[in-house]
């Protein structure tokens, strides 16, 4: 017998363990809406954060995009795909950002599996927050450093750790927003830590740039560690398809740190470029990020996480406290609403589904064994009643549990 057919029996025991993923056929409708599968639908799954993916601005950036370069970049970035709007666009981000530069990648995910490897290898150390994202997990195992896990965010942890490390190259691993929880790292922490033990600090601030800090520079503005406070032992990583509404992810730090990863990172050398319809694309985003218009969306996106908190938090309706379910601690555009076992949490997720309204349940091994959870994710797309909507179907749904 093949070890071939043994698929069939592993997939069965997925779809058993309630941990099969099914891919859903989406075209954009107006504000916060999608058509799935073919029906209309109120979406609380996207990580559109600002609402920028449809805006005309943006559109009419593309349109103007393959009139000039046409649609593919041809090659990769050290051959021929590094456009003058590539360029730009990593100009205008190191500048946005407060840092000294910046590189523009096709892809976050394919980014971190790539920049960890390129700044340690076999002999050094890693060390990483438990609830990482997977890009930053493949991209420390693929460095083949030790790597040290620490408990989310037991920063007395993460000290002891690099203080019995006897590697002379250490890097910390980071989320900034962390993508199921919804919290935030405690980033000058983190980089108090990186100074006292001589280590390098890697923020992913996929959930963060763009609607964290002032004008949505991120995070590590937030933070204060931007502009004449940047630390040279920091990089700042960001995707670009969440709260800016396009696609691709951007590193900014010292030059030299950022010249080392053009020169050593494989998913840089060796990837096709992103088109440059998608640099131009960004620029008008970020342009409408650093607006009077992104603070007005940020300011709209604060009350309606306000708005979702009132209705949904510890001690808001008995009847949620009573089913077990518990929204945890997020100022962020992410609101995860834990339910615990992975089939309760499909059937609230497929009871939601049937009032029209789409929020995706995460389960392991996203997230712990025991913690599924329905992860809320609000947008600017959406209006005050929307997420009433959604606070009163939840509510009907645990008084039936």
């Not at 460095?143 to 920063?155: G, N, P």
């Not at 030299?256 to 020169?263: D, M, N, P, S």
């Amino acid at each position: 017998m093949t070890w071939l057919t043994e698929f069939d029996t592993r997939l069965a025991d997925l779809d058993a363990a309630h941990l099969t993923r099914r891919r859903r056929v989406v075209v954009p409708e107006a504000g916060a809406r999608m058509t799935v599968n073919g029906r209309s639908m109120l979406a609380f799954c996207s990580n559109d954060y600002l609402g920028l993916a449809g805006h005309p601005a943006l559109k009419a950036a593309v349109h103007e995009a393959v009139d000039r370069y046409g649609v593919g970049s041809g090659a990769s970035p050290m051959v021929s795909g590094y456009s003058a709007a590539n360029a730009a666009l990593e100009a205008e981000l190191a500048e946005f950002v407060q840092l000294p530069r910046a590189l523009y990648f096709y892809a976050g995910y394919a980014t971190n599996a790539s920049i960890v490897p390129a700044l340690v290898g076999a002999g050094d150390a890693i060390f990483s927050d438990a609830l990482n994202h997977a890009c930053l997990i493949d991209g420390a195992r693929l460095s083949k450093a030790s790597i040290h896990r620490f408990d989310h965010a037991d920063l007395a942890a993460l000290d002891a750790q690099l203080a019995a490390e006897p590697a002379r190259r250490k890097l910390i691993i980071s989320d900034a927003v962390f993508s199921m929880d919804g919290d935030v790292a405690d980033i000058a922490a983190l980089r108090a830590l990186a100074d006292r033990h001589d280590a390098l600090l890697l923020l992913d601030d996929a959930h963060g740039f763009g609607v964290l800090g002032p004008q949505g520079r991120g995070a590590l503005a937030a933070a204060g560690l931007t502009g004449v406070n940047a630390s040279p032992r920091v990089l700042y990583m960001a995707t670009l398809g969440k709260a800016l509404g396009v696609a691709g992810a951007f590193v900014a730090g010292p030059d030299t740190l950022v010249e080392w990863l053009l020169q050593k990172t494989r998913s840089y050398t060796y990837a096709t470029a992103a088109p440059a319809l998608l640099a131009e694309a960004l620029r008008a985003a970020l342009r409408i990020v650093g607006s009077s218009e992104g603070d007005q969306r940020r300011a709209h996106l604060q009350a309606l996480i306000a708005r979702l908190r009132d209705g949904l938090a510890p001690g808001a309706d008995a009847a949620i406290d009573a089913a077990g379910w518990a929204l945890m601690p997020s100022d962020t555009a992410v609101q995860p609403l834990v339910i615990g076992d992975n089939a309760a949490s499909l059937r609230v997720m497929a009871s939601l589904q049937d009032d029209g309204l789409w929020v995706p349940a995460i389960r392991p091994p996203t997230v712990p064994v025991g913690t599924a959870r329905l992860r809320i994710a609000l947008s600017a797309a959406h209006q005050a009643d929307e997420v009433d909507l959604l606070v009163r179907a939840l509510r009907s749904l645990a008084r039936g549990v």
